[in-house]
C-alpha cells in the first residue's frame, strides 16, 4: 500500500536504485494510446509510464515472459488493449521502449520470453546479470539469452524415434509424433523444455500435446488452430530448423517406408503395445 | 459520501496477484462505504471471439499464472458440453488430480506467503505471539517461506507427470487427458503425495489429516488446538483467538458453490448454495451487472450465455474493470469457506453459525482442504487404470452452445462458450474474484468484500489498520482473473 507507493516513487526519483526491473505482462497502450487499461494501484498514473520512468533508471531491464517481451496472447485476436512488449511489438523492433533502447551498460531489454518461461531461465538470467557477466553477445537475435534460446525444443524430445521414422500420432494422448498432425512446432522452437524439464519431469511433448512454439514472439497468432498441422500437398508448412524442403520431403518418405512395425503401431495406442525385441548375443 | 467523510485511495496492494485500489470513505473513524477497484482490463473475451473452439484451451489458461488449470478445467467442461461428450474414467480422475494439485498448492501458497506475513506486521509488536510470528512468517526471511517453497515445488511435480507441466498445461482436454500414465508413473505419483501429506501432518497440522477432516466445530477445534503437537494451525488459531478474527470480515452469508471433482455418480463437492439453509443452485440466475463498471451496456443485466464484454474508456458511474456477477439479483461470496458450508461439512457449518464469514473462517476453510482433497488424490491415483482409454475425441458441432462449471481454489470458475458457424461467437468468463471482489450494482448492492470492509476502525489520516489487509487477503483474490 503506502510503503510499496512510497519505495516505487523513489524508484522514480533515483532515490534507490534499481538493479533489475523485472516486468512481467503486456504494456497496454490503449484505449488510444492513453494507458488507461492498465493503472497502477492508488493513482491516476498508467502502468506504462511507471515503466519507462523506471526503465530510464534501472541499471537492468528484463521481460519475464512473451507477453512483456513482445505482446503476447494479449495481443492475440483484435488485441483489445493494444498490448506490446518492451522492445517488440510482435516480431517488429519498438515496443515501449523503442528499438534503440539500451541500459546503461549496453543491453538492451533482456528477454526471457516463453509462455510461461522456465524458472530456471529467469533465475539463472538474474544469476547471471548479478554476477556480472551476462553480455550482448550471449543474447540472442530477439534478444533472448542464449543459454536456453540456442537450444530447440526437439531436443531432447522423448518421442524422437517416432520422429525419425514419421509415425504420427492421430488423436490426444497417442504416444506418437506430434509434428505431422498435431501442430508440434517443436523441430523450429528456441528453447531447452526437453533437456532442462518442467516440473521435475514434465514438458510439453512429455504431457501428450504439442508445442506452440511460446518463445518466439507471434507464437499467439499461428495462422492455423494450434493443434492441428498445416499442410500444402500433405507437407507440413513448418518444416524442421536449417532443413531444406527437398530434403525432408525425401528423407519422410523413405523413413516413412521403413518404419518398423513396432514403432507405427505404438504411435497410435495411448500405452506400449510392442516392446523393442531383445537380442541375444550368445547362441 | 457525505460532508463529514474522508476520501482515501488505497492500493497498490503486495503480496495479491494482479492489481487492486480500493477507495475508502471513512466517517467517525470508521469505514463508511468501501469501493473495490480492479485497474486492469484485458480483453481474453475479445480476443477469443472468432478463434476455432479449440483454441479455447490455449487461450484461457493464460489468464493467470496461479490459477491455470482451472481455467483449462472450466474451458474443457464447456467444450465438452458443447461436444455433447464426456471422458473415460481415467481422463476424469486425471483431470481431478490436476486441479486438485494446484487447488491444494494454491491454498498453501496463500496460507504461508500472503496471509501469515501480516500478523508479522510492526502493527503487533507485543502481542504475545508476535516475536514467534515473525521469527516463523515474515516475508522472504521467515522459518516458514523457506520451508514451504521447496515443499510445494516438490508437490508441483504431481504436474510433470499429469499434465506436462505447470501453469498452462493442453493436457486437459474436453475427452480426457493426452497424458496416459503407466504404473510406475503412478507409484511416483503416490510417492510425491506421501511426501506432501507427511509435510501437512508434521509442519501444517502437528496431526493426521484424518484428526483434522473429522474436527465437526468451534468447539472440537479448541480442543484440538490444546492438545500439543504444534504446526501453524494451531499458530493461527491462537493469533485468530487474541485477535478475535472470527468476529471481522462478515460478508454477505450467501454461500455458493457450483461443486467440483466429479466422481462415478456425485461429485466429491456438490453445487449448491447457502443461506440460512440449503438450496440448489440455479445457474440461470446467474447475471452480470455492469452499471459500475467500464463497459458499454445494453441496458438491463446479462446472463453470461449472452453477455457481452466492450469496454470503454469512460462512464459516469463507473469505478471498476470489474462487472458484478448476481445470483438472482443478490450478492453472494465464494471460495473455500463457501465450498465447505455447502459441502455440508460440519466445521465449515459451524463456523459461520451465529457471525456469518469471517476471516479467520475462510482461513481454516482452506487449510481444512488440504487435509479433506489429499486423501480424494490418494483415492483416486489407485482408481486408475493403465492400459484403459484416457481420451476421447468428437468434434465441436458448427452451431453449439457449452457451459463449463469447476470450483478453482479461489471459488466458483464458470465459462459460457457460443459456437457459430464453427468458430467462438461468444466467451463470457465469471473467475471467482469476480464475485467476491465486484462493484455496486444497479440497485446500489456493495460487493462482497465491500461488505465486509464497511464498519471497520479506520483513520482519515493514519496508517490504516492491519485488520483491512486481513480481510482483504482472507479471500485469497486473483485480480488478473477478475479482470480476463
Known sequence: MDEARDLIDQCVSGATAVDVLCIEGSLLRGPRGTGGFHRFGGGAKPMIEWVRQIAARARHVVAIGSCSSWGGITAAGINPTDACGLQYDGEAGGGLLGPDFRDPGGLPVINVAGCPPHPDWITETLAALAHGSLRAEHLDDYGRPRFFADQLVHHGCPRNEYYEFKASAHKPSDQGCLMEQLGCKGTQAHADCNQRLWNGEGSCLRGGYACIRCTDPGFEEPGHAFSTTPKIAGIPLGLPSDMPKAWFIALAALSKSATPARVRENATADHMLRAPSVKRTKK | MSPESTRRIVGPFNRVEGDLEITL???????????????????????????????????????????????????????????????????????????????????????????????????????????????????TVGSAPNQVLPARARFMQMMGLLAGKWPHTLAVQPGGSTRPLQSSEIFRLHRTLREFREFLETVTFGARLDEVAVIAGRAQLDVWRARPGGGDL????????????????????????????????????????????????????????????????????????????????????????????????????????????????????????GHGGSVAARVVARLLELALVLPAMERWLTELSPGEPWCITAPTAEETLGVGLIEAARGSLGHWITVRRGRIHNYQIIAPTTWNFSPRDAAGQPGALEQALAGLPASATKALPAAIHHVVRSFDPCMVCTVH
Open chain 2, 25 to 139: 470513505d471513512i466517517a467517525e473513524g470508521r469505514i463508511a462505504a468501501a469501493y473495490v477497484n480492479s485497474p486492469l482490463y484485458r480483453g481474453f473475451e475479445q480476443i477469443l471471439q472468432g478463434k476455432m473452439p479449440a483454441d479455447a484451451l490455449v487461450l484461457v489458461p493464460r489468464i493467470c499464472g496461479i490459477c491455470s488449470v482451472a481455467q483449462s478445467a472450466a474451458s474443457a467442461l464447456a467444450l465438452a458440453d458443447a461436444a455433447g461428450i464426456e471422458p473415460p474414467k481415467n481422463g476424469r480422475l486425471a483431470a481431478n488430480l490436476t486441479l486438485a494439485t494446484e487447488n491444494l498448492a494454491d491454498h498453501l501458497t496463500h496460507f504461508y506467503l500472503f496471509f501469515m506475513p501480516d500478523f508479522a506486521r510492526a502493527d503487533y509488536a507485543g502481542r504475545p505471539w508476535h516475536a514467534a510470528t515473525v521469527e516463523r512468517f515474515r516475508a
Open chain 2, 234 to 353: 494451531r499458530a493461527f488459531l491462537a493469533i485468530a483467538e487474541d485477535l478475535d478474527l472470527w468476529h471481522l470480515g462478515r460478508g454477505t452469508d450467501r454461500f455458493m458453490s457450483y461443486g467440483c471433482y466429479r466422481e462415478e455418480d456425485r461429485r466429491l463437492f456438490p453445487a449448491g448454495l447457502w443461506h440460512g439453509a440449503a438450496s440448489a443452485l440455479d445457474i440461470a440466475a446467474i447475471d452480470e451487472d455492469i452499471t459500475h463498471a467500464w463497459y458499454a451496456a445494453a441496458g438491463l443485466p446479462q446472463h453470461p450465455a449472452t453477455g457481452s464484454t466492450l469496454p470503454v474508456a469512460e462512464k459516469d458511474g463507473a469505478y471498476s474493470w470489474c462487472k458484478a456477477p448476481r445470483l438472482a439479483g443478490q450478492v453472494v461470496e465464494t471460495g473455500a469457506l463457501a465450498r465447505q458450508v455447502v459441502a455440508g461439512h460440519p466445521l465449515a457449518r459451524d463456523m459461520i453459525e
